[in-house]
């Protein structure tokens, strides 16, 4: 269980870091931003998942030990919410604060190459 998920992060981090060009602040920022927008959706609803499953234990729960176990899924699942809804919101703050913008710069470099002349008789 443990290779597999290694296996399902790396799947997940690896294409976006083959096309990550990291080579300053800017850079870096921007990768992490990018990274934690496609993963951290996916861990989101899996962890909402995990807390309406807490719930429905608590109401289908028939004895006391069942209950408490359930009550400290949807504990479990309500911590695990607010850690990633806080790491997302503080990156994002960190994005905004510094002023980095996720732009396209291969547009430019492009548009910077010297156009070949055309030659008309």
């Known amino acids: 269980m443990k ?3 290694i296996v399902t992060g790396l799947s997940l981090i690896l294409p976006l870091s083959a096309l990550a060009a990291i080579g300053n602040l800017t850079d870096i920022f921007n990768f992490v931003k990018n990274v934690l927008n496609t993963v951290l959706p996916i861990i989101i609803s899996l962890t909402v998942v995990y ?3 807490g719930m429905f234990q608590v109401f289908l729960a028939a004895d006391e030990e069942k ?8 504990i479990y699942g309500v911590i695990a919410l ?3 809804i806080s790491i997302w919101g ?5 994005y905004n604060t510094f ?3 996720n ?3 291969s547009a430019d470099a492009t548009n910077a190459l010297p156009t070949v ?3 008309t008789p």
Do not use: D, H, Q, Y
């Open 3 to 5: 290779k597999l998920s």
């Open 51 to 53: 807390f309406v499953w």
């Open 67 to 74: 209950k408490e176990k359930a009550k400290s899924t949807v």
């Open 82 to 84: 607010f850690v990633m």
């Open 90 to 94: 503080l990156v994002n703050i960190l």
């Open 99 to 101: 002023g980095l913008t």
């Open 103 to 105: 732009t396209n710069r």
């Open 117 to 119: 002349p055309t030659f």
